[in-house]
């Protein structure tokens, strides 16, 4: 029996030690295969602690170390701003303009100029959409389901905001944390997502 133990444990490290190495093989090609250009530079591949833990397969199975997902959740909580001003809704038509665009922050942009927030690529956002990504849930009816409340609205601001504050390893960009939007496209898509007159919420 103890043989068969010790079998058992050499097997583990050894499948540990080769899941090690094909990472490491892995981030070298990766790294090898990025070539700076324009606006995308090679800080890209810098991996915050968020990144690194979530790269973990066990961390994205929701099986890694719960208190560090937890410490991260506080750690990117704590990055939230909320709005300067203290507006959290701008212009429906232009946060619809926002979230079905997906342009920026590649090689072929201009510093400086404005993304899009490529919402349609993980949320049906209208009805009528022929097409739509379905990683994450449908914003069809957003507002007029949840309602306005100040909770609603800090909560959805902080979602747009760093979505990883609520979850670790969400697959939402960090559309704030990484000045992916700016403050004023947020107000935008929040009030895509709340204005009563919204056709989200029609």
């Known amino acids: 029996m103890k043989k068969l133990h010790l079998l058992a444990s050499a097997t583990l ?15 070298k090609a990766h790294t090898a295969s990025f070539k700076e250009k324009g606006i995308a530079k090679l800080d890209r591949l810098d991996r915050d602690e968020t990144q690194a833990y979530c790269s973990d397969p066990l961390a994205l199975a929701g099986k890694g170390d719960s208190k560090k997902r937890e410490a991260i959740e506080k750690a990117n909580m704590a990055t939230i701003k909320q709005p300067s001003d203290g507006k959290y809704l701008g212009d429906w038509k232009e946060g619809e303009k926002i979230a079905q665009s997906g342009r920026g ?21 209208d009805k009528k959409e022929i097409s739509h990504g379905n990683i994450g849930p449908s914003l069809w009816n957003y507002g007029k389901v949840r309602g306005n409340s100040e909770a609603v609205v ?35 898509v929040m009030a895509l997502l709340l204005d009563p007159e919204s056709p989200v919420n029609k």
């Not at 490290?13 to 981030?27: D, G, K, L, P």
Request: hydrophobic fraction near 30%.
């Open 13 to 27: 490290v050894m499948i540990a030690s080769s899941s090690t190495m094909a990472q490491s093989a892995f981030e």
């Open 105 to 125: 922050a590649t090689w072929t942009d201009k510093a400086g100029s404005p993304n899009g927030g490529g919402c349609y690529n993980c949320h049906q956002i």
């Open 154 to 188: 800090q909560y959805t601001w902080g979602k747009i905001y760093n979505a990883k504050a609520y979850n670790a390893c969400s697959n939402m960009p960090r559309m704030g944390h990484y000045k992916l939007l700016t403050e004023d496209q947020i107000r935008h």
